[in-house]
C-alpha cells in the first residue's frame, strides 16, 4: 500500500491513502500537529529506498502495527512512536 500527502497548508492538513481515502484528521489552524503526522508526512516526501511511513490513529498517536510498505516487514509500536 502506498500512501501519499494530497495537501499540508497552513489552514488544513490532509494525510491520504493512496485511493483518497482520508486517513486520520483534518487539522484546523491553531490545531498542534501530532509528532505522528508530522513524521507520515516528511516520510511520504522521502525518496529513501526503503522508507516506513508511520500509520497513525485519529487522535494523533501511532497505531501499534507499522510495516514497511515495500515488504513483510512489520512491528509493533508504542503510542509515543517508539518500537
Known sequence: ???KVV???VLCCYVC???GQQQGQR???GQHLSECL???ARAVKSKAAVNLVPNCEPNGDYSALQCHSNS???QCWKSD???
Open 38 to 40: 508530522i513524521a507520515r
Open 17 to 19: 491513502v493512496s485511493f
Open 81 to 83: 512512536g517508539t518500537p
Open 7 to 9: 495537501s499540508v497548508l
Open 27 to 29: 487539522i484546523q489552524q
Open 72 to 74: 513483510r516487514f512489520c
Open 1 to 3: 500500500m502506498s500512501f
